[in-house]
């Protein structure tokens, strides 16, 4: 028995020690970045460090001709919030259609569900290859939109399709008695019941849409968004530049999550509270 | 309200998702197709169409090996991605018994799915370089006299980014399936006098292979597709299928370029349907 305790404490630490080692090799370059980035005007892409400054920040904001950060942020910002407001509406109107089960419904969850499964680059490809043969122009705001949205619906639309899951439609119901319209009832019960949903199918389709590099390859025209003027810098030269401006966007990626996240916390607690208090 | 009517409101609200669907992923995929067939470099109508670009393809040993690389990677991938992405959702879901600390863990190796791969990716740079932080650890613990250059440019640095990337997609579905098993059912089989190792293997993993499959198949199709990683790790040394399509995009060699993204669709397509195949979804949860 003494034996057997051992062998499970040995198991459980040799995986303990796998799974630590894994979360130092997944976050240590991300931690050395951020480090590197304050390093002194001099300094290079590697330690050692010469001095502690926020000279590649201020190197941000001055305004260039070249390697200007600043309006690409600003596309990649418009860009997300577009895909998340759009992400949220189209998912929450195709899962409330999946509760009636039409016909066609199995072909349509698969279609939505194949923006997951298609390669990103070849997705920019393809509306690239569009575009070209039929002459129409590539831009940020059209061609990247389109298929921005083809990656972040699908994790919107399941997103909404669990909330519906632990919906009550007897709460649907006794509106329905107390002869609500099915338009009353939707915004006035559906929709608040589903809105921490609501708000998770939006995040996915900010911060997916946010960081999205390889939909926005082939499908941008000339004015490049943010992950696309990034690549194209790291092309030419790597500088610490590059390591402020990746801090910068990850601490952007970061604060949107937690916002969302507490967004979902508050609006959760508030529609469990107003159900009970209603029930009882 | 009738059914009829309910269901034509659902199919409204149905149809902007499945147009746009349509629209911006299913007709460009048969765009591509349709382009891989032509035999002239630039389009018009009369131009007739064959399959001359994928004879091409099949006559040029340099393209057939890129091929292979390309599956290579990505079969390494999920070799390395199963066990290390099984053992930490194991370690997680089974071996942490304080509720704090599962969370804690959770959040550690879920946050970074909430950034830029790319920017991850750039994050690799300074450690795998000749003056980089790998060798000067390598150099302070004296493994090596002088430093190596076998991690930038090379498929050696590729795959350690790469596993650092997608181990996650391997681990989360996992982690699903282990925590919806009862603990009813391994107590039950320890009860009958089975062994630890044998509860793991008879119940746990069959249980839980639909979790395996499901991240096997992301991380498949996540390593098929990339070459952002393969471009800025590999410099212009290493390429695979989607470095390829890009190089051929960028000389305009459309048609060529719409061969590569046709096989590399089909090789996605085939392995997700092998994989399905070698674990039938459906049959599994049966006992």
């Known amino acids: ?280 | 309200m009738n059914p009829r009517k309910r269901s034509l409101v659902s199919h409204v609200l149905a149809l902007p998702s499945a147009l746009w669907m349509l629209g911006a992923l299913v007709i460009p995929t048969l765009f591509i197709v349709w382009v891989s067939f032509w035999t002239t470099r630039t389009f018009s109508l009369e131009s007739p169409l064959g399959l001359l670009n994928y004879t091409k393809f099949f006559n040029r040993p340099t393209y057939v090996k890129l091929l292979a690389d390309t599956v290579q990677q990505s079969l390494l991938l999920m070799a390395i991605t199963v066990v290390l992405g099984y053992a930490i959702a194991y370690f997680v879901v089974m071996k942490v018994r304080q509720p704090a600390l599962q969370l804690g863990l959770f959040l550690a190796l879920v946050i970074p799915f909430w950034t830029s791969v790319l920017i991850r990716t750039i994050a690799w740079i300074p450690f795998l370089g000749v003056t980089g932080v790998i060798n000067q650890a390598l150099l302070f613990l004296r493994v090596v006299d002088e430093p190596v250059s076998v991690f930038l440019y090379s498929r050696t640095g590729i795959t350690l980014a790469q596993v650092s990337f997608y181990t996650l997609l391997a681990t989360g579905p996992v982690v699903y399936t282990l925590r919806n098993i009862p603990p009813s059912l391994p107590e039950a089989a320890r009860s009958l006098k089975a062994t630890p190792l044998r509860v793991f293997w008879r119940i746990t993993v069959p249980l839980t292979l639909p979790g395996i499959l499901i991240g096997q198949i992301l991380v498949f199709l996540n390593v098929m597709a990339d070459f952002a990683t393969a471009s800025a790790i590999g410099g212009n040394k290493h390429a695979f299928l989607g470095n390829i399509v890009i190089l051929l995009y960028d000389s305009g060699q459309l048609p060529f370029a719409s061969v590569i993204a046709v096989l590399l669709m089909l090789c996605m397509l085939g392995g997700v349907a092998a994989l399905l195949k070698v674990v039938d979804i459906r049959r599994l949860g049966v006992p």
């Open chain 1, 1 to 280: 028995m003494i034996r057997w305790q051992t062998r499970q404490k040995v198991v459980k630490g040799a995986l303990g020690g796998v799974t630590l080692l894994f979360l130092a090799y997944q976050w240590f370059p991300m931690l050395t970045m951020a480090v590197l980035s304050f390093t002194g005007p001099n300094g290079g892409t590697t330690f050692p460090m010469q001095d502690v400054s926020l000279h590649w920040y201020r190197e941000l904001l001055r305004v260039q001709m070249v390697d200007d950060f600043k309006p690409p942020m600003l596309r990649s910002l418009l860009l997300a919030l577009a895909c998340s407001v759009t992400t949220a509406a189209l998912s929450l109107a195709a899962a409330q259609a999946m509760r009636a089960r039409f016909r066609g419904n199995g072909a349509f969850f698969y279609l939505i569900l194949l923006g997951v499964m298609a390669p990103g680059l070849l997705v920019g490809f393809g509306v690239a290859v569009v575009a070209r043969i039929l002459g129409l122009p590539l831009a940020w705001y059209t061609t990247t939109f389109a298929v921005h949205i083809v990656w972040t619906l699908p994790f919107g639309f399941l997103t909404m399709l669990a909330a519906f899951n632990r919906f009550d439609r007897r709460l649907e119901e006794a509106a329905l008695t107390l002869r609500a319209n099915r338009w009353t009832t939707f915004w006035r019960i559906t929709f608040p019941l589903v809105l921490p949903g609501v708000i998770g199918a939006g995040l996915f389709g900010f911060t997916l849409s946010y960081d999205e590099f390889a939909r926005s390859f082939f499908s941008t025209g000339s004015e490049m968004t943010l992950p696309l003027v990034i690549f194209a810098q790291f092309d030419r030269q790597l500088q610490p530049t590059l390591y402020a401006i990746g801090t910068a966007t990850t601490v952007i990626s970061l604060t949107t999550v937690a916002v969302f996240a507490i967004l979902f916390r508050l609006v959760r607690l508030r529609t469990r509270a107003a159900v009970s208090a209603e029930t009882q």
